[in-house]
């Protein structure tokens, strides 16, 4: 199971920006994921958010002056030795600079200096203030002392001004900070991953489709993200977001699908298809709306293109996984699919069971190796389904 906050002791620091509130929904996300979360603010931030509140989600003292007695003291070569993963959001411009240049005047600035863990640095502050040649001067700096700056995202901020220097959302930071407490065991590998469905037209109302929602896809695409894999997602009309650092390609058919595929997987060290692609798409789409006439209606299918197939024989040494869906003789059909495609590994799941399939957020699978292992795993989330099956994949590559 990859749980990367579990038993971790994140270190929470809150400078004086507006943005300070979202560190308190980044401190929700963090606690309900298991770590232990210390929050350490800079005086001007308690005039945007106080420490009570901080206090009471995180179930620990808040640090706010190197000179406080009692429990909430700094004691920062401790509390440095014991941080897994130490993240400042909001960071303003004048911690930025402090940072870069080594002053240590406060808490925060006192503790930063002690800390040898991984350290993020979350930007927030006036567009203009951003674009300064001092901050990014002082971020590069940062930057070469290996910390990760999460990019601020742009848009209408508390100032007036539009642009970047809004804080990133806590979810994304939430979510890098995972991946810097994840193993990288994909990094520098491409991970090409496909999901959802596909809809085949019959006329300009209507189409034939199935009931994916891509969320297994989806899931697998971030956790190959969080191991530090380049993602490529190719998925079909599904009402998701875009998991955060992948290179998303939204397509509707199955010839299109077909296209966006092929044209991808000359960078693909692993290709896993999770889509649930139409074996068949009508021969003829009507021009105008078909009108509600005779008392039956016949439309004409044909087959469409079997990208796993055309995936299979071209596949030279990347792992090409695939995924069976089946109402009967699971491990029959899963086995013959395993060999007519060529695959190394296909994830065969039974519909109709409880908590499976599609639409759900679990799934229960059992998965064919094409040396004849066979192993069943049992019912899990689909973000921990996807993480177990990469265990599965990482050892099948060949060495980089």
Same mark, same amino acid.
């Given at each position: 199971m990859h749980e990367?906050?579990?038993?971790?002791?994140?270190?929470?620091?809150?400078?004086?920006?507006?943005a300070a509130y979202?560190?308190?929904?980044?401190?929700?996300?963090?606690?309900?994921?298991?770590?232990?979360?210390?929050?350490?603010?800079?005086?001007?931030?308690?005039?945007?958010?106080?420490?009570?509140?901080?206090?009471?989600?995180?179930?620990?003292?808040?640090?706010?002056?190197?000179?406080?007695?009692?429990?909430?003291?700094?004691?920062?070569?401790?509390?440095?030795?014991?941080?897994?993963?130490?993240?400042?959001?909001?960071?303003?411009?004048?911690?930025?600079?402090?940072?870069?240049?080594?002053?240590?005047?406060?808490?925060?600035?006192?503790?930063?200096?002690?800390?040898?863990?991984?350290?993020?640095?979350?930007?927030?502050?006036?567009?203009?203030?951003?674009?300064?040649?001092?901050?990014?001067?002082? !971020?590069?700096?940062?930057?070469?002392? /290996?910390?990760?700056?999460?990019?601020?995202?742009a848009g209408s !901020?508390?100032? /007036?001004?539009?642009?970047?220097?809004?804080? &990133?959302?806590?979810?994304?930071?939430?979510?890098?900070?995972?991946?810097?407490?994840?193993?990288?065991?994909?990094?520098?590998?491409?991970?090409?991953?496909?999901? /959802?469905?596909?809809?085949?037209?019959?006329?300009?109302?209507?189409?034939?489709?199935?009931?994916?929602?891509?969320?297994?896809?989806?899931?697998?695409?971030?956790?190959?993200?969080?191991?530090?894999?380049?993602?490529?997602?190719?998925?079909?009309?599904?009402?998701?977001?875009?998991? !955060?650092?992948?290179?998303?390609?939204?397509?509707?058919?199955?010839?299109?699908?077909?296209?966006?595929?092929? &044209?991808?997987?000359?960078?693909?060290?692993?290709?896993?298809?999770?889509? &649930?692609?139409?074996?068949?798409?009508?021969?003829?789409?009507?021009?105008?709306?078909?009108?509600?006439?005779? *008392?039956?209606?016949?439309?004409?299918?044909?087959?469409?293109?079997?990208?796993?197939?055309?995936?299979?024989?071209?596949?030279?040494?990347?792992?090409?996984?695939?995924?069976?869906?089946?109402?009967?003789?699971?491990?029959?059909?899963?086995?013959?699919?395993?060999?007519?495609?060529?695959?190394?590994?296909?994830?065969?799941?039974?519909?109709?069971?409880?908590?499976?399939?599609?639409?759900?957020?679990?799934?229960?699978?059992?998965?064919?190796?094409?040396?004849?292992?066979?192993?069943?795993?049992?019912?899990?989330?689909? *973000?921990?389904?996807?993480? &177990? !099956?990469? *265990?599965?994949?990482?050892?099948?590559?060949?060495?980089?």
């Amino acid at each position: 199971m990859h749980e990367p906050f579990h038993n971790k002791t994140i270190a929470l620091g809150v400078s004086g920006g507006i943005a300070a509130y979202k560190s308190v929904e980044l401190l929700r996300l963090l606690t309900k994921a298991e770590a232990r979360v210390r929050v350490i603010m800079t005086a001007n931030a308690k005039w945007f958010v106080g420490p009570g509140t901080f206090q009471a989600l995180s179930g620990l003292p808040v640090c706010t002056s190197v000179f406080e007695e009692g429990d909430a003291s700094i004691r920062h070569i401790d509390w440095a030795r014991e941080t897994d993963l130490a993240v400042i959001a909001p960071a303003t411009a004048n911690i930025i600079g402090k940072l870069a240049n080594g002053i240590a005047d406060d808490a925060l600035t006192t503790f930063m200096l002690a800390v040898t863990a991984p350290v993020m640095i979350c930007p927030a502050m006036n567009t203009h203030m951003y674009e300064h040649p001092a901050v990014q001067h002082n !971020l590069d700096i940062l930057q070469g002392f /290996g910390h990760r700056i999460v990019e601020p995202d742009a848009g209408s !901020l508390a100032c /007036g001004t539009v642009g970047p220097g809004r804080l &990133a959302a806590p979810a994304d930071i939430f979510e890098q900070a995972a991946g810097v407490l994840t193993p990288q065991d994909l990094k520098a590998r491409t991970v090409l991953v496909t999901a /959802g469905p596909t809809r085949e037209t019959i006329d300009p109302v209507r189409f034939v489709s199935n009931a994916s929602s891509g969320k297994m896809g989806f899931a697998l695409a971030q956790a190959a993200i969080r191991r530090g894999a380049r993602v490529i997602l190719v998925t079909g009309p599904v009402a998701l977001p875009d998991p !955060l650092q992948a290179e998303v390609h939204r397509v509707t058919s199955a010839a299109e699908m077909a296209d966006c595929v092929l &044209a991808q997987m000359p960078a693909a060290d692993v290709i896993i298809k999770t889509a &649930a692609v139409a074996d068949y798409r009508p021969v003829q789409t009507a021009e105008q709306k078909i009108k509600k006439t005779a *008392d039956r209606l016949s439309v004409a299918f044909e087959r469409t293109t079997d990208i796993l197939k055309t995936i299979g024989e071209q596949k030279a040494n990347r792992v090409l996984v695939g995924f069976a869906a089946e109402t009967q003789h699971l491990q029959d059909n899963a086995r013959q699919k395993l060999a007519a495609k060529n695959l190394d590994l296909i994830v065969a799941n039974r519909i109709g069971e409880s908590g499976s399939g599609f639409a759900a957020d679990t799934n229960r699978v059992t998965l064919f190796f094409r040396d004849g292992r066979e192993e069943g795993l049992p019912l899990m989330a689909k *973000d921990a389904l996807a993480h &177990a !099956l990469l *265990d599965r994949v990482v050892p099948l590559l060949p060495a980089a």
